[in-house]
């Protein structure tokens, strides 16, 4: 005999439990309702993408993180995100959409990353995109966080901020103290603010060459606080000339503004001046979503406004504005903090179990009717002893076991057994269809 090999998994990858799975998918079909429901059409790009393409704009750490390989004269990778097939995608059928494009997309990516605590090399991710031919409306960027404060209530998730800032806002003010050529530097080591604190933050700027002075001013402007509209004033109060800053507190203002208008509540969203994406392709708004009592669990959805997705494919313009929910993680970080809790085990809402193999044939006329009725139905096809039949219900949860025995084969009826209540209720497959659908 072959010597059995030890059934396991990669590290790094998530599987799931068939209750964990029914309480995933909820989640997943929860955002995918809400995205719809804001007008966003569906898509699902290629798993593998060709690596000359998929790499276009890829460098530095992204590459190294990248499942590449060569079937025979194909160079292949497994897509890491979902925006570059989403920008392959736009400049490819670009004359076929009509503009602008919103999307989502749900799917897996797929990352090299060395596995630790929280993180994945397979995950789904759920991104809106919105894309623009030539110019974007700065209304999607006041709708964006609007789509995802809805995610988040019909999640029943604990209280959240969503936080927003602008770019240019970032940019114009580095601009107007000389910083201009330090510009993505610099906000690439702020946005490491609130995981490395401020004096590492300090020690890496230093290291970058920015002076004590201009380091001090810095810090000043990421750290001042008060209400949204506060804020706001603030900001218009510094007297900075610069046109690019001037232009972002102006798009950060109408963006507040036009939140209101789309009934966006106050709690759940403020300007923080510390949010500035580490990617550098972002342009304009930003946004990062908290959980407020789990600060642990870093931004649970992130997003931004970009100038052009589409520059390494077309020589048309296309900004867009996007948004993504890392769906295995958050989930994985809920679980673990006791947020979620599996109440299933099964998708079955009605078990039908004849008595003996004589009554199998009423025992499948009786499914039928129950799932002509939309009511999810099992059979046990099993010749085991009713104790067991009992026993397979009560452990999966199945709220109801429909019986049918010789008595109820001949009266052309059925027993119905409430398995919470203990009730048992003799009626014809129809009438049993008619009471189960009834009782939630």
Excluded: W
């Excluded at 990858?13 to 429901?37: G, K, S």
């Excluded at 994406?277 to 931004?304: A, I, K, M």
């Amino acid at each position: 005999m072959s010597k059995l090999v030890e059934p396991r998994i990669p590290t790094g990858f998530m599987e799931l439990l068939p209750q964990d799975q029914i309480l995933f998918n909820r989640m997943y079909d929860t955002i995918r309702r809400v995205y719809e429901r804001f007008g966003f059409l569906p898509l699902d790009t290629t798993t593998i993408e060709l690596s000359e393409v998929l790499l276009a704009k890829a460098g530095g750490e992204t590459e190294k993180q990248i499942y590449r390989f060569t079937k025979g004269d194909h160079d292949l990778a497994l897509r890491f995100d979902l925006t570059v097939p989403l920008a392959r995608y736009v400049s490819q059928h670009q004359q076929e959409l009509v503009f602008p494009f919103k999307r989502y997309q749900m799917s897996k990516v797929f990352r090299g990353e060395r596995p630790q605590k929280g993180r994945f090399r397979e995950f789904y991710q759920c991104d809106i995109d919105i894309i623009g031919q030539d110019e974007l409306s700065l209304f999607y960027d006041a709708e964006m966080p609007v789509v995802i404060y809805h995610v988040f209530k019909e999640l029943d998730l604990a209280a959240f901020t969503i936080r927003l800032n602008n770019r240019k806002v970032l940019g114009g003010f580095f601009k107007g103290i000389g910083l201009e050529d330090k510009t993505t530097d610099v906000l690439r080591i702020i946005d490491k603010l609130e995981k490395i604190g401020r004096e590492n933050v300090t020690a890496e700027l230093l290291d970058d060459g920015i002076s004590e002075e201009n380091i001090d001013k810095i810090f000043r402007l990421v750290s001042i606080k008060g209400s949204n509209d506060e804020i706001l004033e603030q900001l218009k109060g510094l007297g900075i000339e610069d046109e690019t800053f001037k232009e972002g507190v102006s798009e950060l203002d109408q963006v507040v503004s036009n939140m209101r208008l789309l009934g966006m509540p106050e709690e759940n969203f403020e300007i923080d001046l510390t949010i500035a994406r580490g990617l550098d392709y972002y342009t304009g708004t930003v946004y990062e979503t908290r959980l407020n009592d789990y600060p642990q669990f870093g931004s649970v959805c992130s997003g931004g406004r970009y100038e052009n997705l589409t520059g390494f494919y077309s020589k048309t313009k296309m900004p867009g504005i996007g948004i993504s929910i890392g769906l295995t993680r958050m989930f994985s970080q809920l679980k673990e903090a006791g947020l979620l809790k599996a109440d299933t085990k099964t998708l079955v809402k009605a078990l039908v179990v004849p008595m003996s193999s004589d009554q199998m044939k009423e025992a499948l006329q009786t499914a039928s009717v129950l799932r002509q009725a939309q009511i999810p139905t099992d059979v046990y096809y099993q010749q085991k002893g009713m104790k067991q039949k009992m026993k397979y219900a009560s452990r999966l949860g199945i709220p109801y076991v429909v019986l049918i025995g010789e008595d109820e084969a001949k009266q052309g009826k059925v027993a119905v057994k409430d398995m919470t209540e203990s009730t048992q209720t003799v009626v014809t497959a129809l009438e049993a269809a008619r009471l189960i659908a009834g009782k939630k």
